[in-house]
């Protein structure tokens, strides 16, 4: 099971914007389709997006179109999140996925990493 370390979180002002970073192990890192997740206190786990093998594709949900940009080095075996203009809507614990599928849905995920936490403040 791959596993992931996501990095980059911290306390921005809104309007502000930070650069997730995920770094996987598995050094078959580039088949899979990698998520990015986010969790508020008390809210369920939602989509935020996700990038096909090879770059292929690129998803976003609907609250973050625009702002944020989903990337992949394959040969560092990493992903990011470029998050740009922030809201303070947008505080939570981000975290990566790997999947072998072009889903958002979080149960088709595995190697959930710690997690990082954003937060935006007003």
């Known amino acids: 099971q791959v596993q992931l370390v996501e990095s980059g979180g911290g306390l921005v002002q809104a309007g502000g914007s930070l650069r997730l970073s995920c770094a996987a192990s598995?050094?078959?890192?580039?088949?899979?389709?990698m998520g990015w997740f986010r969790q508020a206190p008390g809210k369920e786990r939602e989509f935020v997006s996700a990038?096909?093998?090879?770059?292929?594709?690129?998803y976003y949900a609907d609250s973050v179109r625009g702002r944020f940009t989903i990337s992949r080095d394959d040969a560092k075996s990493t992903v990011y999140l470029q998050m740009n203009n922030l809201k303070p809507e947008d505080t939570a614990v981000y975290y990566c996925?790997?999947?072998?599928?072009?889903?958002?849905?979080?149960?088709?995920?595995?190697?959930w990493g710690q997690g990082t936490q954003v937060t935006v403040s007003s």
């Open positions: 598995d050094r078959t890192f580039s088949a899979y389709t």
């Open positions: 990038i096909s093998w090879r770059s292929i594709s690129t």
């Open positions: 996925a790997a999947s072998r599928m072009f889903v958002v849905t979080p149960g088709a995920y595995d190697g």
